[in-house]
C-alpha cells in the first residue's frame, strides 16, 4: 500500500511521456549508434535530438554535452578529467556536497593534493568569499554543487563562477539536485563543467550528462571505441538518452508552473507539520529548491521515523541513503551546525511531479501520531 512517495530526491519515477519516448528505442529502434544501416542511423538521429534537448535545459550547445551513466560518473569524469595529467596541488570544495563529489575529493587527498574544504553558514549557504580566500596559485579545480539534496539549499554559483573565471581556474557544478527544478543557463554560472542525472527529472536512472564547455579538454575516464567525441567511450544507452531528452524537454516547457506548484506545495506541507508538531524545525533558509524540505523533529530518531512511515505508506528518507546499513549522522546536517543527535532527527520531504494536495493530507493524518509515539520511547523527552 503506497499512499504517498515523498523521496523524489532519492528517485524521482519515470513520467509516461518519457516512458513512451523511449519504448521504440527498446524495440524496433535498437541499432547501434554507430552503425552506419538504417537501424544505426535512426538511434544516431534519435541520440543527437536528445543531445540538444538536454543543452536547451541548460542553455548550452548541443557538442558540449556528453551523455554518461549518471551523476556520479559525471561528477568523477568532472574531478578526474581535468586534473589527470597533473601534478598534485591544489583543489577547493564544499563540506557539504554529494559523496560523488565528496569522495573524489577525499582520494585525491590521499593521493597528495591538498583540499580546502568550504564551510557553510547555519542556513547550508556557502560564502563566496571564502573560495576567493582559498584560491592559490597552484589552485586547478572548484567544484560546488548548485542545490543540495537533502535540504533543497541553493548555493551561490554565479558569484563563484566569476571568482573562479577571473582567476582562471577550472570550475565544476554538480547540478544533479538542480536541473529541472530551477532554471540554470551555464554561460551565467561561469562555470567549465556541470553535472547532470537523468533520474532526478523523471527520467529513468543510470543516464546523466556532463556539460563541458567548448574549449574545456578533460582526459576520458574510459578508453574504449570513439563514442562521445572521444570524451566518453562506451556504447551509448539510447533508451536512456531518449528518455532524458524528453524529460529535459518537458522540464524546460513546465519549468516556471512546475516550481509554482510544487513549492506551494511543499510550502503546504512544511507549514502543516510545523503547526502540528511542536518542536519541528527547517533546517536551511534562503533560496532552495522548490520541491524539498528537510525538518528536524526534536528528540525523534529520524530512521525509526522513516521505517514508522515506510509501514504506513509514505515513502521520505532520513538524510543520505546509507548503503552500507550503517546510519551516520549527515555530514551536510553536522557542517551547518546541528549536534549528530539533532542531525539524526531530521526528514527529508522531496516532492515530484506527481505528488497531490490529498497525498500531503493523508501524511499528515499519521505523522503527528507517529512522532508523539517515538518521543515517548525517548528517555529525554519531557513526558
Ligand atoms: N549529486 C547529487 C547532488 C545527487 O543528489 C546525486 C544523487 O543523489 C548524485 C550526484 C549522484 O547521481 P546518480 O544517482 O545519478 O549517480
Known amino acids: 500500500m503506497l499512499r504517498a512517495y515523498l523521496d523524489n530526491n532519492a528517485s524521482a519515477p519515470v513520467r509516461a511521456e518519457v516512458a513512451a519516448a523511449m519504448a521504440p528505442f527498446l524495440h524496433e529502434n535498437f541499432g547501434n549508434a554507430s552503425s552506419v544501416h538504417q537501424r544505426g542511423q535512426a538511434a544516431r538521429a534519435a541520440l543527437e535530438q536528445a543531445r ?57 587527498e590521499k593521493r597528495g593534493w591538498r583540499v580546502t574544504w568550504l564551510p557553510v553558514n547555519a542556513q547550508g549557504r556557502i560564502d563566496p568569499g571564502d573560495v576567493r580566500r582559498a584560491l592559490t596559485p597552484a589552485t586547478a ?18 558569484p563563484i563562477g566569476t ?8 570550475f565544476h557544478v554538480d547540478a544533479v539536485q538542480a536541473a529541472g527544478k530551477i532554471p540554470i543557463v551555464v554561460e551565467d ?7 547532470l542525472s537523468g533520474h532526478k527529472l523523471h527520467a529513468p536512472q543510470g543516464i546523466g ?12 575516464m574510459f578508453f574504449g571505441g570513439r563514442h562521445e567525441r572521444e570524451r566518453r567511450a562506451g556504447t551509448e544507452n539510447i533508451p536512456g538518452i531518449v528518455g532524458f531528452g524528453e524529460a529535459a524537454r518537458l522540464a524546460a516547457a513546465e519549468l516556471e508552473s512546475s516550481a509554482e506548484r510544487l513549492a506551494t506545495l511543499r510550502d503546504r506541507l512544511e507549514t502543516r507539520i510545523l503547526d502540528a508538531i511542536p518542536e519541528a524545525v527547517v533546517v536551511g533558509a534562503g533560496p532552495r529548491t522548490p520541491n524539498t524540505t528537510n525538518i528536524c523533529f526534536a ?31 549527515s ?24 505528488n497531490t494536495e490529498a497525498e500531503v493530507a493523508a501524511l499528515l493524518e499519521v505523522l503527528p501520531g507517529l512522532v508523539a509515539r517515538l518521543r515517548e520511547l525517548s528517555p529525554s523527552w519531557r513526558h
Open 52 to 108: 540538444s534537448q538536454v543543452a536547451t535545459l541548460i542553455g548550452a550547445r548541443p557538442a558540449e554535452i556528453v551523455f554518461t551513466s549518471g551523476g556520479t560518473e559525471s561528477d568523477n569524469l568532472a574531478v578526474w578529467g581535468p586534473l589527470a595529467d597533473s601534478r598534485p596541488g591544489h583543489v577547493i570544495t564544499s563540506a557539504i556536497e554529494h559523496h560523488a563529489v565528496l569522495f573524489p575529493f577525499q582520494e585525491l
Open 163 to 170: 571568482i573562479a573565471r577571473a582567476a582562471g581556474v577550472t
Open 299 to 329: 528528540e525523534v530518531d529520524g530512521e525509526a521515523l522513516v521505517i514508522s512511515l515506510d509501514l504506513q505508506g509514505f515513502c521520505v528518507s532520513a538524510g543520505a541513503a546509507c548503503s552500507s546499513g550503517a546510519v551516520d549522522a
Open 331 to 354: 555530514h551536510v546536517l553536522l557542517a551547518m551546525g546541528l549536534s549528530p543527535a539533532r542531525a539524526r532527527s531530521c526528514l527529508r520531504f522531496s516532492l515530484g511531479k506527481q
Open 141 to 158: 579545480l572548484i567544484s560546488v554543487m548548485m542545490a543540495n539534496n537533502e535540504t533543497g539549499v541553493i548555493q551561490p554559483i554565479a
Open 209 to 220: 550528462a556532463l556539460y563541458l564547455r567548448r574549449g574545456t579538454t578533460l582526459r576520458p
Open 189 to 195: 554560472l561561469n562555470c567549465d563543467l556541470l553535472s
